[in-house]
């Protein structure tokens, strides 16, 4: 018999999925389900297992994507997760699962782009009315509230400029009116915070990027507290065919045990960074949480534990000059262009060449996005080559 004991959240994380029932074999590591269906017995049997909602077709459930939610569940405090095909299908899927043509919508005016895309050529279509407001200003929030407002959506940080949203506050406003919190984690992980844990309904996470952490699979997930609301979206989710493969939530799964060391080091290395770029006088702004000059550095303090623990993500900007920031391009030996985040190498991203690139010049200049504006999800490289190499980099702006 054990003696009962507490471990913290990065050891119990290596426990947390599925448990191998009635296999003869002892695997150390979780192995790949690559099957399309289980098989039963007799007709009994049969009931049974659908009874019981056990495995049956992988459409509807699969002992990986199982394995990958409960770690999910653990890490994000909720009661359970779904697994999809990508980040969109998470939240597609989410959307359709809970909104009906008639319902109010409210997005921060600062989200990832095909979010919304997605929100403007489907939602909308689909009979849904939306209204952007930017959520650094909840009074605003507040007055967009409407009786038929059912659902309230954010990131906690926001791409490229680091803007937060105060999931506490946003809950509430929510909750007012009956509608449900849903928050995009992908820019900051149930490492640096736990939106349900203040009051958030839904959790999206880009499995994609930070959670798998290697940049070799695609996934999505959802977090909730609530079964009816899950029972939902796995119904919508059967139905639309979003569900994730059993490959892909074999990596995150993979990737998961190693979040923790991976996403406090990038972090860490992206608070330090963010310092040095500050202080550089080749660099016009840097856009990151840990520093005073950040507009919501106060609200940054409230949800985060400290200035290494808020996300990985940041971005800078350089003078206006397309020869000199290509020459800077060219310079960097470990930083490079790459259309993703999250990945344990640094990866540079141009808004303005990307998820930006549709926006008018007035909306630009209101959100602080100018050409010279690059964006930085940093890696676990040695923090000070990395430092080195981008201060290397930036002589190019000397003279
Ligand atoms: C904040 C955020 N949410 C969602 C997504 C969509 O994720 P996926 O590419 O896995 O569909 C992305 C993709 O970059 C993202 O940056």
Redesign the pocket.
């Known amino acids: 018999m054990k003696k009962e004991m507490n471990f913290s959240e990065a050891t119990q994380l290596l426990y947390e999925g599925e448990t191998l029932n009635g296999c003869s074999l002892k695997p150390e590591s979780f192995p790949i389900f690559l099957t399309t269906a289980f098989t039963m017995g007799n007709l009994e049997d049969v009931q049974n297992t659908y009874d019981e909602k056990g495995y049956t077709y992988v459409r509807t459930r699969n002992p990986n994507r199982n394995a990958l939610g409960k770690a999910i569940s653990f890490m994000e405090r909720g009661t359970h997760t779904l697994i999809f095909s ?6 597609t899927t989410t959307y359709f699962s809970l909104l009906e043509p008639g319902d109010h919508f409210i997005a921060n005016s600062n ?2 782009g ?2 919304f895309d997605a929100i403007n050529l489907l939602l909308q279509k689909y009979g849904v009315k939306v209204d952007y407001v930017d959520f650094g200003d909840l009074p605003a929030v507040q007055a967009a509230i409407r009786p038929e407002t059912k659902m309230i959506y954010t ?1 906690v940080v926001s ?1 490229p400029t680091d803007r937060l949203a105060d999931i506490g506050e946003l809950a509430k406003l929510a909750h007012s009116c009956g509608a449900l919190l849903m928050v ?1 984690n ?2 900051t992980t149930p490492i640096a915070i736990k939106p349900i844990a203040l009051g958030a309904d839904i959790v ?1 996470n ?4 930070y959670i798998n952490g290697h940049s070799d699979a ?3 997930s959802i977090t909730v507290n609530d079964e009816e609301i899950y029972n939902k979206i796995h119904t919508i989710r059967m139905l639309t065919g979003t569900s994730g493969c059993p490959f892909s939530a074999w990596m995150v799964y993979r990737g998961i045990h190693t979040m923790d060391l991976r996403v406090r080091k990038q972090m860490k290395n992206a608070a330090l960074l963010a310092k040095v770029l500050n202080d550089h006088p080749a660099v016009l702004h840097v856009n990151h949480p840990s520093l005073e000059s950040h507009p919501q550095h106060v609200l940054a303090e409230k949800l985060f534990k400290d200035n290494e623990s808020m996300t990985g993500m940041l971005s800078f900007e350089m003078p206006n000059d397309a020869k000199k920031i290509n020459q800077f391009m060219d310079r960097l030996h470990l930083a490079h262009y790459a259309p ?2 999250g990945g344990i190498r640094t990866t540079l991203s141009h808004p303005l060449h990307s ?1 930006h690139h549709h926006v008018p010049q007035e909306e630009l200049k209101k959100m602080g996005i100018s050409y010279g504006l690059m964006r930085i999800s940093v890696g676990i490289e040695d923090g000070e080559d990395l430092i080195a190499d981008f201060v290397q980099a930036l002589e190019v702006f000397n003279g």
């Open positions: 990508s980040g969109m299908g998470a939240i989200i990832y095909e979010t990131e791409n995009d992908t820019f999206i880009s499995l994609t990027k695609l996934a999505g993703t985040l998820s």
